[in-house]
């Protein structure tokens, strides 16, 4: 994926998937962000999604239903996704987004050993276990620990781990 300042111009296929996969977070100054484009381009870009079909209030989503806009990011490589899913995270967190919402792409990206990364999944995971999501909490704790967290902060979350996976009634992950 070309897509960075002065590099050739982010291809179709890799913009849309950007744009699906923002929702409604897909703002010009976030797509610029993540896309490596130029504000202006990418204001142009969402306004030309946006007349190729999607409803005026529903733009930024690019695709009004999700299995379109799965297949939209799956039109890409792994590769690309993966990268455009971390570009989004850090993004999202820098303009305010809730910390289940960036997980959700964390979650699909690999590790980059970012402190930052951790607190968010770890965050997100103590908002899930707040909710009684014992899966998404789990997903968030294990994906913390294959950032990976500094050696202090690795204790609380393999506790926090088990405890879920015992609430959860996963007596056997608990005690892996």
Known sequence: ????PGA???GEAELKAAVAMLGRW????????????????AQAELARLERAG?????????????????ETIGAIPAACAALLRQRIAGQLRAHGAPPQE???????APGQELAANVQTL???????RRDGEIEKTCACLQRALREPPCAPELPSLLTLLAETHLE?????????
């Open 8 to 10: 050739s111009p982010i």
């Open 1 to 4: 994926m070309s897509g960075a």
């Open 26 to 41: 897909a703002q010009p100054e976030i797509l610029a962000s993540v896309c490596g484009l130029p504000s202006a381009r």
């Open 54 to 70: 999607a409803p005026a209030d529903e733009a930024p989503a690019a695709l009004a239903g999700n299995a379109d806009r799965r």
């Open 122 to 128: 770890t965050d997100a995971a103590r908002a899930y």
């Open 168 to 176: 959860g009634g996963h007596h056997d992950e608990a005690l892996c």
């Open 102 to 108: 960036i997980a959700e792409h964390l979650l699909q």
